[in-house]
């Protein structure tokens, strides 16, 4: 299990801005990096022979004629969205277009990609020939497979020359945009699927017993919607680009955080989940409830974050916080009593956001927006849906690892900085509290937490009130994944150096604009890699779910794929794949944070 | 400003609405009720639901029988849930300790060769580091587990080295070393042998320091330990005396009445309170004696008194615990007398080498050897990998961490290359690399806990089974917190050790 500080707990090294290093020819290159002293020269012989032995395990292993790789193949539905029906699988397409576009948006709004030189790429291509090259002849082929895939070494190794040779005739330096090269390896692969045959077998819709059938291949079932996916973030991140030379840059960005932030309960309760709303019952229930505290909260809010309000705000502020934890004792529906809760946090915030009327104005949007959101996913959630999932929830695989993941992080955020501001807060009762909860979560396993809560939330609950298992679990998740949070964010609240808060009392403001305007924004800032590498603790974490028994890619590859009928005992290979997808992720993850300490200068001061 | 004004002003106290001290110590015991009330509010709902489900809480589960085969370790057919738990405590012990140990060992080599001149060796430990971290730890074990299944079956006379070493799809079997009856007694000649050594080590030290030669106190102590321990092979039996003695104290304790312990607890929490005011208090006064206590100050004092007096009230209401203190005493102290009445001749260590056995019809490793189930393989090579590509990030940190004006200012001074590295280099890194590392340790020790998806028995499978078997889940997921939290402490304190030895001494 990675643990979650495991990754932000590594030592950084702040990389120092390396000089250009002379470039050596090959032969004197390999007398300074392989073979310098007699020690060295025995290590690189060693090395090779291990490795190369290593490399010829595995070849075999992969191209073994027993191997079942089409057990893999034909489960990709499986694998990353487990028994979602066919005839709504557009559901599915659509959450990823949605997915797609904001990140090709959030791409050329930012600025991502850098350009690479054209000779790097070049070379890179000429050392993977040969690599493949090498491979090609430790790999078990027949002699014809051998031959193929030397040439195809062969010809990248020639392409990688050529564009090397090509970088450099001119006298200047040609670089090329890394985002370019990304597009036209996507198009690549999207281009490949009209044309190879990626897997022979595929099932036979709605027949039992399942069976296998050779018409149609994986690809010929998703290289429509493949293309399409390729052509939607092509032109968003146009559309993009244009937004960026268009509008401003700051409304923008804000825009498309709070889209980014929203997709998740959006796409996945109501696009994969498609609730069947009852009308009758929304215009006799929800509606009224929620347009009574639109305009309740509303008239409220503007009234305390008036500044001449004063005293009498925070005592009605303490009366709404007093009464929103009354209605618990007594039976109500659940939407109220969050609503309640919900108010009464706004109303304690008012004072602090108080000032003119576009504060005012703001401050009222903020509320209206987070009820709407609110009430609309609470009514969502609690009607029945139209998809139907055999057993159990109703995504599973790659999706609900996904899900587990941001959920997680999302609702973990604001308890971690709770938790951070209560450890270094000069109340004692709040420090114990928050040091004991977060010492205690950091000293047990993350398993036995899961298990706790997967068996006890039912208990817990009053009679009559149910959650679901991903729910309770979730709820494990975010309390561990707060707890490592906390941490995190503590260390970046303790290098907000003492003169900034002086600062911030002697210009008047109060603990609560202190401490949301001044120290966090400056102690987030720091905090950002260990952020990032906490993100990808919680990702690798969610492969946990698979031992509560919750139907994610992890069981799918380990337990369900190898027991059916057809792949009996194919669990390497399907490990092996999932394996190989939490890499690209993780890995992926740990360099885009890698790129972000280096572009803002994180870690260094 | 006059004084009369100050005086004003002084008397002229806010309103107690309007009090910022008064409404943060509202504001906290609001919070504290809430979380209290919370607590409480789940524990009664739990407790009707289990009694609705006629499952009671007791903590008698532990001494009733149960059926749980445990897959390896000290016992593996335990009679009650206490013993199954403890077996299964000791086998993730195992796992934690000797995953630490390869860990570290790993851990170096792979941070070293990160920092290799050869070029080949840095690529395949860049390689290694970036596809370890990047797996769930779960995945690899799956994976890894999956793996050793496909070795060969055991058979009667198969291994590598038949006696010695069989690796099979049973596991691996080696030579076992275990400690004997007579282990007790000579730990107790090697706890001398320790007190020994230190007085050995001082007084090398002294005479090195004194005279510029060098002494070698380390090596001194060590010696001593080594000579404590080889005569103690000879004479361990002279400390049998120990065993009537503790059986004595467990026969105070249990002739002890209820009050003892609980007058005892009392005492701590009314002193630890009153100690904790008094310096408080001394703590707020000037040198010259002054006292200025502030509104806040008064809150925390009254606070901390009033929260004594509940734990004494608590201590009172819940006679159980000083019950099970007494009884827990005399229990360890009766465990102790009998690890040392022991006749005189038994030996502290003895050794076995494995053997295959067939009782029906397939042969199968005996309780000869020391056994590592696929299950304790998988979890084991999982956990050292893993974590080895993050100590070895870690060893690599610490080492750049250390400027190059260190090594060469001790090379101007005409130091070897090992002196270098053994008192420049690697103090300095040390001091960098084990934080981070001692981390690593905590994490090993909770991720051996993912040992339930392979089916070995460690404290979360076992623990699993039994509340299956009797519906304890609270008592046993207590158990497990205690357990882990434990263990945490344990190592936190180590390496704390550690890090406080090695901190920079500022002049």
Redesign the interface.
Same mark, same amino acid.
């Given at each position: 299990?990675? #643990?979650i500080?495991?990754?932000a707990?590594?030592?950084?090294?702040p990389a120092a801005a390396a000089p250009e290093i002379p470039k050596l020819p090959p032969r004197q290159w390999a007398k300074e990096?392989?073979f =310098?002293n007699p020690f =060295?020269t025995a290590? %690189?012989i060693i090395?090779?022979v291990i490795?190369l032995t290593i490399s010829r395990a595995l070849l075999s292993f992969i191209f073994n004629p027993i191997r079942q790789w089409d057990s893999t193949a034909t489960n990709m539905q499986l694998f990353f969205t487990r028994a979602y029906p066919d005839e709504q699988y557009v559901r599915v397409w659509f959450c990823l277009a949605v997915i797609l576009i904001l990140t090709s948006v959030s791409m050329a709004v930012w600025q991502a990609g850098s350009s690479i030189p054209v000779a790097r790429l070049g070379r890179k291509f000429l050392a993977g020939g040969a690599l493949l090259g090498i491979l090609t002849l430790l790999a078990p082929f027949s002699t014809s497979g051998t031959i193929k895939w030397l040439l195809a070494a062969a010809c990248v190794a020639v392409i990688g020359e050529s564009t090397r040779r090509f970088a450099s005739s001119g006298g200047t330096e040609r670089t090329v945009n890394s985002l370019t090269v990304l597009a036209i390896t996507l198009a690549g692969l999207a281009a490949s699927l009209w044309v190879v045959p990626y897997g022979h077998y595929t099932y036979v819709a709605n027949r039992e017993p399942r069976v296998l059938a050779e018409e149609g291949t994986v690809a010929l079932t998703t290289k429509l919607p493949w293309t399409i996916m390729l052509l939607i973030a092509v032109s968003a991140f146009l559309l993009g680009r244009w937004i960026r030379d268009r509008l401003p840059t700051n409304p923008t960005r804000v825009t498309l955080l709070i889209l980014w932030l929203l997709s998740p309960p959006v796409l996945i309760y109501v696009v994969l989940r498609d609730p069947s709303f009852d009308m009758g019952h929304v215009f006799s229930t929800d509606l009224p409830i929620f347009v009574s505290y639109a305009i309740g909260g509303a008239l409220l809010l503007s009234w305390l974050t008036r500044p001449s309000t004063g #005293?009498a705000g925070r *005592?009605v502020a303490v009366i709404i916080l007093i009464a929103g934890?009354c209605t618990f004792l007594t039976p109500m529906r659940m939407v109220v009593r969050l609503d309640m809760l919900t108010l009464a946090v706004f109303a304690l915030a008012a004072p602090t956001f108080a000032g003119g009327p576009r504060n005012r104005r703001r401050y009222v949007l903020g509320w209206l927006g987070v009820l709407s959101v609110m009430s609309w996913l609470i009514t969502s959630i609690n009607t029945p849906s139209t998809v139907t999932v055999p057993g159990g929830f109703f995504i599973g695989g790659f999706s609900i690892t996904l899900m587990v993941a941001v959920f997680t992080l999302v609702l973990s955020f604001p308890l971690g900085i709770a938790l951070a501001l209560a450890r270094t807060s000069t109340?004692?009762? @709040?420090r114990l509290?928050a040091t004991w909860f977060i010492e @205690?979560v950091?000293?047990?396993?993350? *398993? %036995?937490i899961l298990? @706790?809560f997967s *068996?006890?939330v039912?208990? @817990?609950?009053? /009679?009559g009130m149910h959650l679901g298992e991903v729910a309770a679990v979730v709820i494990g998740y975010v309390l561990f994944s707060a707890a490592y949070l906390a941490e995190n964010v503590r260390g970046g609240l303790q290098s907000v150096t003492r003169g900034q808060h002086e600062a911030a009392e002697a210009v008047g403001m109060t603990t609560a604009q202190k401490t949301l305007f001044i120290v966090l924004p400056q102690g987030l800032r720091v905090a950002i890699p260990p952020l990032v590498g906490h993100c990808?603790g919680v990702f690798? #974490?969610?492969?946990?779910l698979?031992?509560i028994g919750v139907f994610d890619i992890?069981y799918i590859g /380990?337990i369900v794929i190898p027991g059916q009928t057809e792949f009996m005992g194919s669990?390497?290979e399907n490990?092996?794949f999932?394996?190989v997808i939490?890499?690209i992720f993780?890995?992926q993850m740990?360099k885009a944070s890698q790129r972000l300490e280096q572009r803002t200068g994180l870690g260094e001061r | 400003m006059t004084a009369a004004t100050t005086q004003e002003r002084v008397s002229q106290r806010v309103p107690l609405w309007r009090d910022v001290i008064v409404l943060k110590w509202v504001t906290q015991l609001f919070l504290l009720l809430v979380v209290l009330g919370a607590m409480w509010f789940l524990a009664s709902q739990a407790g009707d639901n289990l009694r609705a489900r006629n499952i009671n809480t007791e903590f008698d589960f532990l001494e009733r029988p149960v059926d749980i085969q445990i897959s390896e370790g000290i016992d593996t057919h335990p009679d009650t849930g206490g013993r199954a738990l403890w077996a299964a405590m000791v086998n993730t012990l195992r796992l934690s300790i000797s995953g630490i140990l390869f860990a570290s060992v790993l851990g170096v080599i792979v941070g070293l060769a990160r920092l290799s001149d050869n070029w080949i060796v840095r690529r395949i430990a860049t390689g290694w580091v970036e596809v370890l971290r990047n797996i769930p730890l779960l995945v690899q074990m799956v994976l890894i587990y999956s793996a050793l299944t496909a070795l060969p079956r055991v058979g009667l006379d198969t291994g590598p080295i038949n006696g010695w070493l069989h690796i099979s799809n049973k596991g691996i079997s080696m030579p076992r070393i275990f400690l004997a009856d007579g282990f007790y007694q000579w730990a107790i000649v090697v706890l001398l042998g320790v007190m020994a050594a230190y007085f050995v080590r001082r007084h090398r030290q002294a005479i090195q320091d004194k005279t510029g030669v060098h002494t070698s106190p380390t090596l001194w102590a060590l010696g001593t330990v080594a000579f404590f321990g080889f005569v103690g092979l000879f004479i361990h039996p002279a400390f049998s005396w120990l065993g009537p003695v503790f059986d004595g104290v467990a026969d105070l304790l249990d002739s002890l009445p209820n009050a003892v312990p609980q007058l005892l607890f009392v005492l701590i929490a009314v002193g630890g309170a009153t100690a904790w005011i008094r310096r408080f208090i001394s703590d707020r006064r000037s040198a010259l004696g002054h006292l200025t206590i502030s509104d806040d100050d008064w809150f925390r004092i009254a606070f901390t008194a009033v929260a004594s007096l509940a734990v004494v009230l608590l201590i009172f209401r819940w006679s159980g615990l000083s019950a099970w203190t007494l009884n827990s005493g005399r229990d360890l102290f009766e465990v102790l007398a009998d690890k040392f009445n022991v006749d005189g001749a038994a030996r502290p260590f003895d050794a076995m080498r494995p053997d295959i056995i067939q009782k029906g019809k397939f042969p199968n490793y005996g309780k000869n050897g020391l056994t590592m189930s696929l299950g304790f393989a998988s979890v084991f090579f999982a956990v050292v990998f893993y974590t080895s590509a993050f100590i070895g990030e870690n060893v690599r940190g610490g080492i750049l961490a250390v400027p190059v004006g260190q090594t060469e200012a001790a090379k101007a001074v005409g130091l070897s290359r090992g002196q270098i590295i053994r008192h420049v280099v690697l103090p300095q890194a040390f001091r960098v690399i084990l934080p981070p590392t001692g981390n690593q340790y905590l994490n090993l020790t909770k991720n051996t806990s993912l040992a339930v998806a392979v089916g070995m028995s460690d404290m979360v499978q076992v623990g699993t089974t039994v509340f299956n078997q009797t519906g304890m889940t609270l008592p046993v997921v207590a158990i497990w917190m205690l357990f882990y939290l434990s263990c945490s402490l344990t190592i936190s304190v180590i390496v704390n050790w550690f890090n406080v030895r090695m901190r920079l001494v500022e002049r």
């Open positions: 299990m990675s #643990e500080s495991s990754a707990a590594t030592a950084h090294v990096n392989l =310098s =060295s290590l %690189t090395t090779t490795l #005293e *005592i934890f109340m004692p009762i @709040f509290l @205690f950091r000293g047990v396993p993350l *398993i %036995t298990i @706790f *068996i006890m039912p208990l @817990f609950l009053p /009679r990808i690798k #974490e969610t492969s946990l698979a031992i992890l /380990r669990t390497k490990l092996l999932v394996s939490y890499w993780a890995y740990s | -």
